[in-house]
């Protein structure tokens, strides 16, 4: 670890830190409806969307109805983009010439962007045509993003309103944020990164000649207008198979700390977006401090374990002093490789700048943990929110049980039917992480898809479908993953990541909307202060704790003592 290192982190923090209570600003005004500075420019279109697609934006619907239009809309997205990738040889915008996709393979990458995991199993520059890229998965990345920002604010409304049946109308919501948010910040950061030399252009792939004489076939495409929407809607999705490793997604030193930025941005707004709605932006600060707390002692961790050697090069005789470089891009060094692996993985992104295959096995742990605690540091844009509030409602609830006192949350009584659906929204993440982890470790067929055995290979497994639970998308590089066991299960996998956590919390929504505002008292358990981030933190941990470290025991923990003693996988 270098004090350089830290500095680039530590400035890191302070730029989120800053955007947090602007930015969130932005977004209440926007989702509310009031006037911002791009309202006569996008206030036009706003308004012929709605009367285009029939739409009174003055409508609002119950939280049955909420969800029922968005697994609607959902539904709707999954079967275009299933067609655009299976009808990909006959479709325009295709230079390079590439085939259709394999039925497994489509129906587990239409789900994969659907869901906002942007799951690969593919590699993108030799397998997705332009119009693939840009009408499929971009049109996703920008949809899928926007949805999880309008959950999260259909449940900030669901705790700010007193005795009301409605808690928006999610195809404003989603109409608002994709125009004055997601597609003005997307153009202005699409045009920064061509200038910093990342590719957007229709001219095809070019064959260039090495020094040695060699003819080498070089991928371009719309790169650009794909990474921004990638990293600003914690999609991850990338146009080339090396992700953000590659130079034409990720050039240069300012580009990779655009993204690490571009990730958390939103995801740390929102925080402050919910302390305003709820008019009490302690609140917002309580669960910024929160998450904050989680993402600083894995950053440290991730950075402390990827700057020790593996202690076998030592005892080889091998020069150790530079850490572990192995999958780590030089460009970037260990301090921004840690940084970016933490920030992926706290949120739903999944974009990579360095391969964790290649990680120690404690900082390999440390994406993983991420993911398992439901990716509630920040996290995806919006779920990352309403994740958090999940564990929010049990602190409180344990507090409630500590003092005898019925659990309060911002005034609204938490009683048996929000405790019944927060735990369905936590627990269905297990279930399927560790399940089909089962399934495919005690399988022959899908055994083969993994390269390492012992606690590595099965750390390979598990990482896929914590991955995918979690609407992550990054994977341990080592795994196979393009067989029909792995696709379909997969792609069950995210869905009920995504949908059977979403629809949970959009029952509390309307359950709290509905309540009335109890006054707060003497044994009011205030939730805007130090004791309740003790709290919340303290159950996070207990409850992943619990519920996974059998598995990581099996996996990085004893890989760990292995490596100390001589034996590699």
């Known amino acids: 670890m270098t004090f350089n290192g830290w500095i680039q982190i530590a400035v890191f923090c302070a730029i989120i830190i800053a955007l947090a209570r602007p930015l969130g600003g932005y977004l209440m005004r926007v989702v509310e409806g009031e006037r911002t500075l791009l309202s006569p420019i996008f206030g036009p279109v706003e ?9 009174d934006p003055k409508q609002e619907q119950s939280w049955l109805s909420y969800a029922l239009a968005m697994i609607v809309f959902k539904a709707g997205g999954f079967v275009l983009l299933y067609a655009i990738l299976r009808l990909q040889p006959v479709l325009p915008l295709n230079p390079d010439g590439q085939g259709a996709i394999t039925p497994d393979l489509a129906f587990n990458t239409a789900i994969s962007f659907l869901t906002n995991t942007n799951w690969q199993s593919y590699g993108g520059e030799s397998t997705m045509s332009y119009l693939s890229q840009m009408l499929g998965l971009t049109v996703q990345n920008f949809i899928s ?15 700010a309103r007193r005795s009301a049946g409605t808690i928006g109308n999610f195809w404003t919501d989603m109409v608002r944020v994709t125009l004055y948010i997601l597609l003005p910040i997307c153009f202005v950061g699409a045009l920064v990164i061509v200038w910093q030399g990342v590719p957007q252009t229709f ?13 080498q076939v070089i991928s371009l495409g719309p ?5 921004a929407i990638k990293m600003l809607g914690t999609n991850g999705g990338g146009f080339f198979n090396a992700n953000s490793a590659h130079p034409f997604e990720n050039p240069t030193a300012l580009t990779n700390m655009m993204q690490v930025l571009a990730i958390f941005a939103l995801g740390g707004a929102l925080t402050n977006t919910f302390g305003r709605m709820v008019r009490d932006e302690r609140q917002g600060w309580a669960v910024f401090a929160a998450m904050g707390l989680l993402f600083l002692v894995g950053v440290g961790v991730l950075y402390w374990s990827e700057a020790h050697a593996n202690p076998l090069l030592a005892q080889l005789g091998m020069d150790s002093s530079l850490g572990n470089m192995e999958g780590k891009e030089v460009r ?17 992104c999944g974009a990579v700048d360095a391969m964790m295959e290649s990680f120690l096995p404690l900082g390999g742990m440390v994406p993983l943990v991420n993911m398992m605690l439901g990716e509630i540091v920040f996290g995806g844009v919006g779920s990352g929110l309403y994740g958090f509030l999940l564990f929010a409602i049990v602190a409180v609830f344990v507090a409630g ?13 938490i009683e048996a039917r929000e405790m019944k659906l927060t735990i369905l929204g936590i627990l269905c993440l ?44 990054s994977a341990f590089a080592g795994i196979s993953a393009n067989t029909p066991f792995w696709n379909t299960t997969l792609g069950i996998d995210m869905v009920v990541g995504r949908f059977f956590v979403m629809i949970p919390v959009l029952g509390i929504a309307g359950a709290m909307a509905a309540k009335k505002t109890v006054p707060a008292s003497a044994g009011t358990f205030p939730t805007n202060g130090p004791l309740f981030v003790g709290l919340v933190i303290g159950v996070i941990v207990i409850v992943g704790g619990l519920t996974f470290f059998p598995s990581l025991a099996l996996g990085p923990i004893v890989e760990h003592y292995a490596m100390n003693a001589g034996t590699l996988y």
């Open 145 to 159: 993003a926007a949805a999880g920002i309008a959950v999260a604010v259909a449940v900030i409304r669901g705790f």
């Open 47 to 55: 308004r012929g969307l709605y009367r285009l697609s029939g739409i």
């Open 332 to 348: 970037f060094g260990i301090a921004q490789s840690a940084l970016f692996s933490t920030v992926t993985t706290d949120a739903s």
């Open 401 to 413: 049980l500590m003092v005898g006192r019925t659990p309060e949350y911002l005034g609204k009584k």
């Open 203 to 215: 001219m095809g792939e070019v064959t260039a000649t090495t020094l040695e004489g060699a003819k």
């Open 223 to 227: 790169v650009a207008s794909q990474e």
């Open 430 to 473: 297990p279930l399927v992480m560790l399940g089909f982890t089962a399934l495919a470790v005690v399988l022959p067929g899908p055994l083969g898809a993994l390269s390492a055995a012992g606690p590595h290979g099965f750390t390979e497994a598990l990482y896929a479908y914590v991955s995918g639970a979690a609407n992550n998308g």
